[in-house]
Each structure stands twice: as C-alpha cells, then as structure tokens.
C-alpha cells in the first residue's frame, strides 16, 4: 500500500474550484487509506486510534476551506502530498508525527496519571503548541 502513495502526485494545475475540490477529496481518500500504514509504521496504536487520525487530516484540510483560489489550493495539494510521502517514507520519526498529529491536535489519551505536579501539567500541556 505504500508503494501506492510513495508516487502519488499533483498535476500541476486545477482549472477550476470544482477540479480543485475533487483534487481535494482524492486527496483525502488517499491519505484516510494510508492510515493502517503510517499506524503501523510509527506504532502509533498505544497512543492514538486510526479514527482520530483520521480527524486531524479532516481538520487539517478543514484550515484551509475558505481559499477558493484554484492555483492556491493546488499548492496547498502539493504541500499536503508532499508531507504524506514524507510520513509514508519513514523520513520522520515517531516523535514528530506525535508532535505535529497527535499532541498538537490533543489527541492522546489521558493515562489517569494524577501525581504529576501542577508544573509538570502546565509544561506537558504547553511543549506542543
């Protein structure tokens, strides 16, 4: 399956919102279908569940619903393919994808663990953002 993605690309330009906006939603499906992958890749399953990956690609694409310029949201198509290739690549290391996917997004499970100091909480909770 990764090798589906590793050559994924953009065509260069969109010529109108409505082909930009498909381009958007395969871009999407793509990244939703690569999502067992990059579980299993970073070993993501103790921390997060595919479905609120899933989320935060929903929310990631959601930032940018307000452009309505074909040739931006070409660019920003690419960044976004590019950066997947780069998560599907193994070019990351665990520790970002926590950092960018998981904690930036507030998606970790709360352990219970309730003897931290009220420092340690405040500096956990203020490290990702």
Do not use: W
Request: with cysteine.
């Amino acid at each position: 399956m990764a090798s589906s993605v590793k050559y994924l690309r953009v065509p260069p330009n969109s010529g109108s919102l409505e082909e930009a906006r498909r381009r958007v939603f395969e871009f999407f499906k793509t990244a939703c279908r690569s999502i067992p992958t990059i579980m299993e890749i970073y070993v993501l399953d103790d921390v997060v569940s595919p479905s609120q990956l899933r989320s935060t690609i929903a929310s990631e694409i959601r930032k940018n619903a307000h452009v309505t310029n074909p040739k931006v949201i070409d660019m920003l198509l690419f960044k976004g393919t590019e950066e997947l290739n780069l998560i599907v690549e193994h070019s990351k290391q665990r520790h970002h994808m926590l950092g960018q996917y998981v904690l930036g997004h507030n998606l970790i499970h709360d352990q219970g663990n309730n003897d931290t100091s009220d420092f340690l909480q405040k500096f956990y909770k203020g490290n990702y953002y």
